[in-house]
């Protein structure tokens, strides 16, 4: 995928759930990973001609795992003009002590990881932070809510924290992954290995295999699952969706 589509694509998100408004100040929760560093990379580039000027700032949460360097990570945000900060913690121990009789220790470090981002956040002035989630991530969160709880839901596009003044967003929601891998080999992005035990390891894991399989074998699927999320009437994303996008 080439800078402009995805400019287009963060654009369209942008616009269509109000993501953005003046002289908001956005944390990008960075991981090293291909999907955040390509929206480092969509915000940074987008800040020069979007119609509200914008702070953006980058923040990697370190879990406490041995040898995880982000120094690449640094030199991109360097080049791309964004402040970068690591926030060190020793969440990665944390949680596989208080999951001990639990099959993995995920939940547990998610909650912990977004709590130490969101207060960070905070700390430096930040009312908006970014999540680097796309199309096929919005996908599969509706399929564990099928098929774990019981219930059609996937996150939203905007998400208000009660309580804490921050807001949520995911600009990459119409981005597909396989549009992320071709802009990470396209630019070189500097990936950083996930040095956690349990990656790829996951619920998760399977259904993006089972969501994959669906669609080499029903061409299409995928949008089609997209398209049933965003007209499902569910109350996280009609309370983020425009009144004139509302009928």
Known sequence: MKLQKLYSKVRQALDDYNMITENDKI???VSGGKDSLTLLYALSGIRSFYPVPFELVAIAVDLGYEDFDLSPVKALCDELSVEFYVVKTDIGRISLEKSKNQASPCSWCAKLRKGALNDFALSVGCNKIAYAHHMDDIIETMFLSLLYEGQ????APVTQLDGSGLAIIRPLMYVGESDVKGF????NLPVCKN????DGHTRREYVKQLVRQLNLEIPGVKKRLFSAIQNGNIDDWVKCTKPSDAS
């Open 184 to 187: 990470k080999n396209k630019y």
């Open 152 to 155: 059609f839901y996937s996150f």
């Open 27 to 29: 944390a990008i929760g």
């Open 195 to 198: 040095p956690c035990p349990y």
